[in-house]
T-cell receptor, first 115, second 107 residues
Framework: EAQVTQNPRYLITVTGKKLTVTCSQN?????MSWYRQDPGLGLRQIYY???????DKGDVPEGYKVSRKEKRNFPLILESPSPNQTSLYFC??????????????FGPGTRLTVL | GQNIDQPTEMTATEGAIVQINCTYQ??????LFWYQQHAGEAPTFLSY??LDGLEEKGRFSSFLSRSKGYSYLLLKELQMKDSASYLC????????WGAGTKLIIKP
């Protein structure tokens, strides 16, 4: 089954404790992206990747890191989480077409709470 | 700058028709997506418009006017399961997302 998977689905942690949220897709997509979603603010892009070893900042990259060592995986790293990073996080992937990203397929989401 | 506007919330009655509007002002345009998102779940793809006009897909239709910077999503024969948020996104290399319209369906 074609899908994007994320783990963990739920996480409660404390300020400053490093964490990684994994994302994997099995559709051979070139493009992958991380978003956070907060009430009233919609989806905001954190980082994206056009291909292996190619990553770039989105609109809200501060406090986050990513890597793209393999085409299928795109982990999101919070080196020192803070309470303002409490949010619902989505990973998405797509092919690259004319003019940019094609239809994006989303993982199920990770609900993160930082105390 | 990049700006996408959608109504924050709309209410409609089961069995009725509702139109959700999206207006955009962006530095470029390569297409417009509509996604559906149920509370706490991932967005799922509904439609994609790149040329002007109406695209129909079952109970859902999407319209685009590039000259007016305007799109709408039309939902017919509303069902309770259509209660969700509807997200408009403009494609300009990345996707530029609107904040979404929460649609409430009443019996």
């Amino acid at each position: 089954e074609a899908q994007v998977t994320q783990n963990p689905r739920y996480l409660i942690t404390v300020t400053g404790k490093k964490l990684t949220v994994t994302c994997s897709q099995n559709m051979n997509h070139e493009y992958m992206s991380w978003y956070r979603q907060d009430p009233g603010l919609g989806l905001r892009q954190i980082y994206y990747s056009m291909n292996v070893e190619v990553t770039d900042k989105g609109d809200v990259p501060e406090g986050y890191k990513v890597s793209r060592k393999e085409k299928r995986n795109f982990p999101l790293i919070l080196e020192s989480p803070s309470p303002n990073q409490t949010s619902l996080y989505f990973c998405a992937s797509s092919f690259l077409g004319t003019g940019g990203t094609d239809t994006q397929y989303f993982g199920p989401g990770t609900r993160l709470t930082v105390l | 700058g990049q700006n996408i506007d959608q109504p924050t919330e709309m209410t409609a009655t089961e069995g009725a028709i509702v139109q959700i509007n999206c207006t955009y002002q962006t530095s470029g345009f390569n297409g417009l997506f509509w996604y559906q998102q149920h509370a706490g779940e991932a967005p799922t793809f509904l439609s994609y418009n790149v040329l002007d006009g109406l695209e129909e897909k079952g109970r859902f239709s999407s319209f685009l006017s590039r000259s007016k910077g305007y799109s709408y999503l039309l939902l017919k024969e509303l069902q309770m399961k259509d209660s969700a948020s509807y997200l408009c996104a403009v494609k300009h290399y990345q996707l530029i997302w609107g904040a979404g319209t929460k649609l409430i369906i009443k019996p």
